[in-house]
């Protein structure tokens, strides 16, 4: 942060020990050039880590438990790692939003709008009041149910389109959305949904947040403002980590694999990104030395076998580099990988 006498403030986050320390010695530097000031630079580690032990330890935890690492990072768990509710919430949704409903009272046929959820996991369309309700009025069952879905010419809506039950139990479903191409995405999903070709796993939820080894736990959370409580996203205790993957051939993140605890059976793994080697580094020394000091053995650590995680993980990697770079210019001296 940056501050005038005033008490001005700009927060500069950059992700990377290196560029922060490059970019402190370039404001001195300047400082004194400019206007022959010799510029003081604090660290506010004291402050941030209280705020952390506030935040992330729950009662009957060491408040003095020490901070072993601190970074921020994009980060996205698989299958059934912990967190997994905090990116993908309580559905699987692949698709949300606001749609006109058929609806028939007395043989009178009329057009309501309401808020529809397609909750992949369950293959479940839900009909809710609005987007903030907590219970849906109507669930349609899309898998053993759905034969398809199919325009609708026949409508006063331009853009409608009926969901068709195979069942004779249950009726069809007659929607209509703003656009055609909105209805098109919309039909797309449904018949997804349906196929089983759309799974929880398949949509991407990169989350930009902090993290942070308190103790012989890992916290994943979002600081808001300085001096204000963090959101605390996820938690994993060192005892649920049984390894983890990396890529060689691109070292910008890798994978904290996850046992059970009952059967020792991998229950899926956290994908962590960051801005460069040396920060994947001082994760990698930090974590494998609070858990040797804990467990008395060596954290393995393995090339990431996996081609379908690596090939996810390595497009990530494009994607997060090429938003950076898309919408910062000072890319010059950042590493390669």
């Not at 967190?83 to 949300?96: C, L, N, Q, S």
């Not at 043989?107 to 903030?132: C, M, P």
């Not at 393995?302 to 770079?325: C, G, K």
């Amino acid at each position: 942060m940056l501050a005038d006498r005033k008490q001005n403030v700009i927060t500069i986050v950059t992700a990377n020990e290196a560029v922060t320390r490059s970019l402190c010695e370039t404001i001195q530097l300047l400082a004194v050039e400019q206007c022959s000031l010799s510029l003081p630079i604090f660290k506010s580690d004291d402050c941030r880590d209280l705020l952390i032990r506030k935040s992330c330890l729950t009662p009957g935890e060491n408040e003095l438990a020490p901070i072993h690492h601190y970074g921020i990072v994009f980060w996205e768990p698989l299958d059934n790692a912990p967190g997994v509710e905090a990116a993908y919430g309580d559905k699987r949704v692949v698709k949300e939003g606001k749609l006109f409903v058929q609806m028939s009272l007395l043989g009178v046929t009329y057009w309501r709008e309401d808020y529809f959820v397609l909750d992949v996991q369950n293959g479940i369309l839900a009909q809710y009041g609005s987007k903030h309700d907590k219970e849906c009025k109507i669930s349609f069952t899309l898998k053993g149910v759905c034969g398809g879905c199919r325009r609708r010419q026949d409508c006063d809506k331009p853009n409608a389109f009926e969901i068709i039950s195979v069942d004779k139990s249950v009726d069809s479903m007659t929607l209509a959305s703003a656009s055609g191409e909105e209805t098109q995405e919309w039909m797309m999903k449904v018949l997804e949904g349906v196929a089983g070709t759309v799974t929880a796993s398949e949509t991407r939820h990169h989350l930009s947040s902090s993290i942070a080894m308190l103790g012989n736990k890992i916290h994943l959370f979002r600081e808001l403002h300085r001096n204000e409580p963090i959101e605390l996203i996820a938690s994993c205790g060192l005892e649920m980590i049984s390894s983890v993957s990396y890529d060689s051939d691109c070292l910008a993140y890798s994978s904290l694999n996850f046992n059970s605890p009952d059967d020792k059976s991998e229950t899926g793994s956290w994908l962590v990104f960051v801005a460069s080697r040396h920060e994947l580094a001082k994760f990698h020394v930090a974590l494998a030395t609070q858990w040797k000091e804990t467990f008395h053995i060596n954290l393995p650590f393995f090339e990431l076998a996996d081609s379908r995680t690596r090939n996810r993980a390595r497009d990530t990697v494009a994607l997060l580099r090429s938003t950076i770079h898309r919408n910062d210019s000072l890319t010059r001296g950042r590493d390669a990988n």
